[in-house]
T-cell receptor
Framework: AQTVTQSQPEMSVQEAETVTLSCTYD???????LFWYKQPPSRQMILVIR??????QNATENRFSVNFQKAAKSFSLKISDSQLGDAAMYFC??????????????FGGGTRVLVKP | GAGVSQSPSNKVTEKGKDVELRCDPI?????LYWYRQSLGQGLEFLIY????????KSGLPSDRFSAERTGGSVSTLTIQRTQQEDSAVYLC?????????????FGPGTRLTVL
């Protein structure tokens, strides 16, 4: 079974600065998808960014970018120019590309991001 | 509405009672998922439905938990004889299908408290 680990329970960042959230995962599969979801106090999970494992190029979405290291099984999220609205819980998630494995997301434990004005 | 909706938003029940949680997915989404978010266990997959295929129930923690999806749309998660350890936020999500890096769109969740 796959596992996802987020080693930082909480990270604090000054507004306009950059913060990097770490995520490692364990899998024997070669094809899979990785996601970062944001969960604000409203509880509604919002997709931040996604990465297909077969793509070497790191995904970017505006101020959000990832550093995907397949061999190291690492998938970190960088938030640049942090804004107050970025304050939330961030979850790293894994999904197998194998149909037999199902379509479920396996989540890490989450990292709380605090943004200081 | 444009997003996934869930009801009720909050539910308080007594130990031993049955509860039903409802999820309305985004129109046209063929896949629907239930997850549970609790302090002790984090975010866990419970069950998912895809079209007319048999659901994947591999995440259901016990036979007290069941779910159905009527008409390929609305889903109900039922917990029978609730226990205090069932207290959690139950999240529903839907997606267009299963292919590729499909985004799962989440609802706001139902917070269940078992006294």
């Amino acid at each position: 079974a796959q596992t996802v680990t987020q080693s930082q329970p909480e990270m604090s960042v000054q507004e306009a600065e950059t913060v990097t959230l770490s995520c490692t995962y364990d899998t024997s599969e070669s094809d899979y998808y990785l996601f970062w979801y944001k969960q604000p106090p409203s509880r509604q999970m919002i997709l931040v960014i996604r990465q297909e494992a077969y793509k070497q190029q790191n995904a970017t979405e505006n101020r959000f970018s990832v550093n995907f290291q397949k061999a190291a099984k690492s998938f970190s999220l960088k938030i640049s120019d942090s804004q107050l609205g970025d304050a939330a819980m961030y979850f790293c998630a894994y999904r197998s590309a194998t149909r037999a494995a199902g379509n479920k997301l396996t989540f890490g434990g989450g990292t709380r991001v605090l943004v200081k004005p | 509405g444009a997003g996934v909706s869930q009801s009720p938003s909050n539910k308080v029940t007594e130990k031993g009672k049955d509860v039903e949680l409802r999820c309305d997915p985004i129109s046209g989404h063929t896949a629907l998922y239930w997850y549970r978010q609790s302090l002790g266990q984090g975010l866990e997959f419970l069950i998912y439905f895809q079209g007319n295929s048999a659901p994947d129930k591999s995440g259901l923690p016990s036979d007290r938990f069941s779910a159905e999806r009527t008409g390929g749309s609305v889903s109900t998660l039922t917990i029978q004889r609730t226990q205090q350890e069932d207290s959690a936020v139950y999240l529903c999500a839907s997606s267009l299908g299963l292919a590729g890096a499909q985004e799962q769109f989440f609802g706001p969740g139902t917070r269940l408290t078992v006294l």
